[in-house]
């Protein structure tokens, strides 16, 4: 594994981690799970960190392929 897909993987990783902990965290102490800002920060980093990681699981089977 090269060390560009581990530095995707870790900042993907960290993306969605960011993005869950932050929801869950502001829905419960404003208990504002369905306010449109919460969504409207979360969302990205969520998405973000879905795609980096199956970018890195696309990249890290075409290098196995080679």
Same mark, same amino acid.
């Given at each position: 594994?090269? =060390?560009?897909?581990? +530095? @995707?993987?870790?900042?993907? &990783?960290? +993306?969605? !981690?960011?993005?869950?902990? %932050?929801? /869950?965290?502001?829905?419960?102490?404003?208990? &504002?799970? +369905?306010? @449109?800002? /919460?969504?409207?920060? !979360? =969302?990205? +980093?969520? @998405? %973000?960190?879905?795609?980096?990681? /199956?970018?890195?699981?696309?990249?890290?089977?075409?290098?196995? &392929?080679?």
């Amino acid at each position: 594994m090269s =060390a560009e897909i581990t +530095l @995707i993987r870790v900042v993907s &990783a960290i +993306l969605l !981690t960011v993005g869950v902990v %932050f929801y /869950l965290s502001w829905g419960i102490l404003y208990n &504002a799970f +369905l306010d @449109i800002g /919460l969504y409207s920060f !979360t =969302a990205p +980093l969520v @998405i %973000f960190g879905i795609l980096g990681l /199956l970018l890195a699981r696309a990249r890290e089977k075409e290098e196995g &392929a080679q």
